[in-house]
């Protein structure tokens, strides 16, 4: 299927042919997303907890999407595809994931999967799963617990995840 992208804002013409270029499923899905505003950083993982599990979460809370960014996101994350912990796009989240994550909070760990959890919190270039004590944070540090827990993640790996599934936008963190 070909999709052109007609709009007067971001409209592109190929090189001296003066036709518009098709859009890519990507570009055209991160235009989408640019522009959308259901994930925010004041949505509280009890506010999560009660929305339907059909809706989505999407969009960047704190900056605009880094267009670059979001390609190394998503190329990053196809790795994790199959595990059905992750999401595949960290910027349209589905609710069921969310909340399928922060009931793993519950999963107590033990000192050494303790240990690994707060060293993903110190290699994490956000001090945590996300910049601000969000429904993300609480969503990904029930992953976390998780995929330690049970998949016997690394702290590096963690940290890693993290990094890939930010959804606050701009360019990558250091």
């Not at 999709?3 to 971001?10: G, K, P, S």
């Not at 592109?12 to 890519?24: D, E, H, I, L, N």
């Not at 960014?69 to 912990?85: E, I, K, M, N, S």
């Not at 349209?92 to 994550?101: E, F, N, P, T």
Request: with cysteine; glycine share 8%.
């Amino acid at each position: 299927m070909l999709v052109l992208n007609l709009t007067a804002a971001d409209s592109r013409k190929s090189a001296g042919s003066g036709r518009p270029q098709a859009m890519t499923p990507v570009a055209d899905h991160f235009a989408e997303l640019a522009g959308a505003q259901t994930n925010r950083c004041n949505l509280a993982a009890t506010e999560l907890r009660q929305m339907p599990m059909s809706e989505r979460l999407q969009g960047s809370c704190c900056f605009p999407m880094d267009r670059a960014r979001y390609r190394q996101q998503l190329r990053g994350l196809r790795a994790y595809r199959q595990t059905g912990l992750v999401p595949s796009d960290p910027y349209d989240v589905s609710v069921r994931l969310a909340q399928r994550l922060l009931g793993y909070r519950k999963i107590a760990l033990d000192w050494r999967e303790a240990a690994i959890y707060t060293r993903a919190t110190k290699l994490s270039s956000l001090g945590g799963p996300c910049c601000c004590p969000c429904w993300r944070w609480q969503a990904f540090k029930g992953q976390a617990r998780f995929l330690i827990a049970r998949r016997h993640f690394s702290a590096a790996e963690i940290a890693k995840l993290w990094g890939l599934e930010e959804g606050c936008g701009g360019p990558a963190k250091a």
